[in-house]
């Protein structure tokens, strides 16, 4: 039986809390448990604290986990509740994803100012993203738009959109709709058209190996479809050895006992890509996911990966 609360640790952010929120509810609602059962801890990262310079320039991934990842080898807090598309795809010692929540959507979502979709943007206009994947896709569906570094939560950067330092801004329906705020979207982008960040619209869950208590807490929240897509995702993300300076999209998809896995790796310019898709079985997920890597590497080449990655 718990006996003390079950210390949850996530970034600040309105978004990174309603993330945790949703892992406590679920937690409470799958074993009978009341609110004080848990203690939501909020952490500051580096990736939150330093938002005058693109991340590609203050680290690679793990700029919103370090922080957190310290507390939870320490013991100081029991599980972390991660956005998943923020996690490195190697983990500290001892630390592993051991749950995924249901995925939301994986769509991004465009907020326009002087125009409603990308397309309709005047040529000359500009887009504001710290995302190298949006910006590379941006840049390849629409070279004569200027795309700049755009950095801030979700509220700051529609702060700052409001303000007119841009014309448009991209955001993950995910985090809109987690936040009740899907209305401001004016546009959303379709996968096939502009493919997400790996591990987009998922929230994962991260605790100590061998705890085994914990692990029984969150196996009854644990959604396999989701897991399994994460497993191919970033299986695909370790075989292209991704790092922030490196535009990556990709999405898999379980459907019934198979999966279907769609892949890109792009120059920041957007104009040169490289695409991969595999499918087979769900059970084959992370090997699917390090074939469709391998298949772009040995298309795109040592000297992509040299200059871009």
Do not use: Y
Request: hydrophobic share 40%; net charge negative.
């Amino acid at each position: 039986m718990q006996t003390k609360p079950l210390r949850i640790g996530t970034r600040g952010s309105p978004l990174a809390l309603a993330q945790a929120h949703e892992t406590r509810d679920r937690l409470m609602a799958a074993h009978g448990l009341p609110e004080d059962a848990f203690a939501i801890e909020v952490i500051s990262t580096r990736g939150d604290r330093v938002t005058d310079r693109p991340l590609s320039e203050i680290g690679g991934k793990g700029l919103f986990t370090e922080e957190i990842e310290a507390r939870l080898s320490d013991g100081s807090i029991d599980i972390a509740v991660h956005s998943s598309k923020d996690m490195p795809t190697v983990l500290p010692d001892g630390l592993e994803l051991t749950a995924f929540l249901p995925r939301e959507d994986v769509r991004d979502a465009f907020i326009g100012r002087s125009a409603g979709a990308i397309r309709d943007l005047p040529r000359g206009s500009t887009i504001g993203s710290s995302s190298l994947r949006r910006q590379a896709l941006v840049r390849h569906l629409r070279p004569d738009v200027n795309v700049i570094p755009f950095r801030g939560n979700v509220q700051t950067r529609l702060r700052k959109l409001e303000e007119g330092q841009v014309d448009g801004t991209l955001l993950a329906c995910a985090g809109l709709k987690r936040l009740g705020m899907e209305h401001v979207a004016t546009d959303v982008m379709e996968s096939d058209d502009f493919l997400p960040a790996l591990g987009q619209g998922a929230i994962c869950i991260e605790s100590r190996s061998g705890d085994a208590a914990t692990l029984a807490l969150l196996a009854a929240i644990n959604h396999r479809e989701t897991q399994v897509e994460l497993l191919c995702e970033r299986a695909f993300l370790a075989a292209l050895d991704g790092s922030c300076r490196t535009p990556i999209a990709g999405l898999a998809r379980v459907d019934g006992q198979a999966l279907i896995f769609r892949g890109m790796v792009l120059s920041p310019d957007g104009q040169s890509r490289h695409d991969a898709s595999v499918e087979g079985s769900a059970e084959d997920a992370q090997a699917l996911g390090r074939d469709a890597g391998e298949r772009i590497r040995k298309e795109a080449g040592s000297g992509f990966f040299a200059e871009w990655g």
